[in-house]
């Protein structure tokens, strides 16, 4: 199993341009996360998914869309992009959320909006 | 004011060494409590996981206590490696609409000298 993939792993943007942070887990987990996670700072949530079809709003969702057609795939858009959202972006998933449930996570994406 | 709260935000201990980090968190019910360590530069990995009613849980030379009386949790490392050099991350699990959302703190970052 590769677990949790995340493409691209580095990418600069100017400001104002668009990009689709990719994420695909392949051990059939029902939910899947995408955090951000600044300096010093603990991950905060900008999206979730528990399961093809549905997503739901984190912490900090503005700016960004999520979509989740398969169980697979769960990508991050970013539409407008403004320095405010440098950062690096982890996915996340999880076969459920209660319980001693494991969250696996992706090696991450490291973003610079210049 | 963070849910979840660790301290302390940094700590230095020289090779061999026991050292122990706190983890404070102001909700509950919560589903789970769980340990990450976060090498530079990756994501982070599962260390320990705690549903509410456990006390304890080791995984190696790493101890997680939990005392939901006092909405407390340590994480105590023995005969530290080199390797420990990360930061090391207390999530909470807190419901939300149905689903139980991690909650992160903003880690312990630990530098193990030699």
């Known amino acids: 199993n590769a677990g949790v993939t995340q493409t691209p792993k580095f990418r600069i943007l100017k400001i104002g341009q668009s990009m689709t942070l990719q994420c695909a887990q392949d051990m059939n987990h029902n939910y899947m996360y995408w955090y951000r996670q600044d300096p010093g700072m603990g991950l905060k949530l900008i999206y979730y998914s528990v399961g093809a079809g549905i997503t739901d709003k984190g912490e900090v969702p503005n700016g960004y869309n999520v979509s989740r057609s398969t169980t697979e795939d769960f990508p991050l858009r970013l539409e407008l992009a403004a320095p405010s959202q440098t950062s690096v972006y982890f996915c996340?998933?999880?076969?459920?959320?209660?319980?001693?449930?494991?969250?696996?996570f992706g090696p991450g994406t490291r973003l610079t909006v210049l | 004011k963070n849910q979840v709260e660790q301290s302390p935000q940094s700590l230095i201990i020289l090779e061999g060494k026991n050292c122990t980090l706190q983890?404070?968190?102001?909700?509950?019910?919560?589903?789970?409590l769980r340990w990450y360590k976060q090498d530079t530069g990756r994501g982070p990995v599962s260390l320990t996981i705690?549903?509410?009613?456990?006390n304890t849980k080791s995984n190696g030379r790493y101890t997680a206590t939990l005392d939901a009386d006092t909405k407390q949790s340590s994480l105590h490392i023995t005969a530290s490696q080199l390797s420990d050099s990360a930061s090391y991350i207390c999530v909470v699990s807190l419901p939300s609409g149905g689903s139980y959302i991690p909650t992160f703190g903003r880690g312990t970052s630990l530098i193990v000298h030699p």
């Open positions: 983890c404070n968190y102001t909700v509950s019910p919560f589903s789970n």
């Open positions: 996340a998933s999880s076969q459920e959320t209660s319980g001693p449930n494991e969250q696996f």
């Open positions: 705690m549903t509410f009613s456990e």
